[in-house]
């Protein structure tokens, strides 16, 4: 395996590090208190080419493999979740099954736009009988001559108050259970479709979810993504696919934590020593600095795992669950050195401590991941 970043990689990733230092860290308080990212930052990130991390060079993409992304998306991570969670939405599940599910006409249609950012990805799979039970689906498409006829409603759909494209998934026979479940692509403007209130959220600020709602929401036949039937296997591959960037994005906010906390270690004194000086503070600092290395190794392990198309099921809900899980620990171990200042809104530690709890839920909970990783035990081990 090799991790090695190409001289084009790198000089991205240097531009990207500058961008987050110089232009959206200064704001990141600005996001919190607002809820809203400035459409200054935006309007960068699309210059830069953020929006088409995922995009083939074909379709005006950066057209990179998984290995860069990660390197890229760890930088990202590194300021506020916000404004990662509408770039990693935008570049993972909202893009990645039209990339690797699309046809041709469909590529044409809408990625080049979404690489420029004039067109935001979201990808629908949630619903209130349907979360963790991701086959339990009761939104509706029956085929109706050129046209398909969808019912039913989403929650928790990231970036949905700004998408203009969506990948939903609908049931096409529900006599076939899973097997009957098919994936479209939905325009924000096609007849029946709307977008509901934005939800209201411990943190995440900035990064807007909401309801869709489809009243016989007329979709045309060409914007089925993929084959009728193949909705839930296409759902997989989609989550699948980006784990590895999700985690990487987790791996960003944990090394800017520690970078936190050891800026602060040397500064705050108790007992007329620097706080690093106490055993209790340094264990916790070495246990971090533990965790946050495991995690870039299989991050980027399994980042080169999806670059040589291996089959990764199991590793990718490994690095799922174990990305979340480290994030969640190195945040509450950067709220303890802290201290109070650690509890503090006027200070980033407490925001990354909220922002990193939804980590361990969306794209699948962290007892889902479990389930996944058991099952293919259980296959590998007969």
């Given at each position: ?47 830069l080419g953020l929006f088409g991390l995922s ?217 007329n020593v620097p706080i690093i000086e106490h055993q209790a503070v340094a264990h916790m600092l ?97």
């Open positions: 395996m090799d991790f090695r970043l190409s001289e084009d990689i790198q000089f991205l990733k240097r531009n990207i590090r500058d961008f987050i230092k110089n232009e959206v860290e200064p704001l990141a308080m600005q996001i919190e208190e607002e809820d809203e990212i400035p459409s200054s930052i935006v309007d960068m990130s699309k210059e995009i083939p060079e074909a379709y005006g993409g950066l057209g990179i493999g998984m290995v860069g992304k990660c390197a890229l998306y760890e930088e990202i991570g590194k300021t506020h979740n916000g404004y990662t969670t509408l770039i990693g939405a935008h570049t993972g599940i909202g893009t990645v099954g039209i990339v690797e599910m699309g046809n041709e006409q469909q590529k044409k249609k809408y990625l080049p736009p979404m690489a420029r950012g004039e067109m935001i990805g979201a990808f629908a799979l949630t619903e209130p009988s349907a979360g963790s039970h991701a086959t339990n689906l009761k939104t509706t498409a029956v085929k109706q001559g050129d046209k398909y006829i969808l019912n039913g409603s989403k929650h928790y759909i990231t970036n949905a108050p700004i998408a203009d494209i969506f990948t939903v998934m609908a049931v096409t026979d529900a006599s076939k259970g899973a097997k009957g479940i098919t994936s479209f692509i939905v325009e924000k403007d096609f007849p029946g479709f709307k977008v509901g209130a934005i939800e209201k959220k411990m943190g995440l600020k900035g990064s807007h979810s909401a309801e869709l709602f489809f009243d016989n929401c007329e979709v045309p036949v060409e914007n089925v993504l993929g084959e009728e039937g193949q909705g839930y296997v296409n759902a997989l591959k989609i989550l699948a696919n980006g784990r590895a960037g999700l985690a990487a994005r987790n791996l960003g906010s944990c090394q800017k934590l520690l970078d936190l906390c050891m800026e602060f270690v040397e500064e705050r004194k108790q007992f070495a246990e971090m600095a533990m965790e946050i290395e495991a995690l870039r190794s299989f991050t980027y392990r399994v980042a080169w795992m999806v670059d040589e198309g291996e089959k990764l099921i199991k590793e990718a809900a490994m690095l799922k669950l174990f990305g979340s899980e480290v994030y969640n620990r190195v945040a509450d171990k950067a709220v303890q050195i802290h201290g109070g200042i650690g509890y503090i809104a006027d200070y980033p530690i407490e925001r990354f401590f909220r922002d990193a709890r939804i980590t361990r839920i969306y794209e699948g909970t962290s007892e889902i991941q479990k389930n996944i990783i058991s099952a293919q035990l259980r296959k590998e081990y007969r």
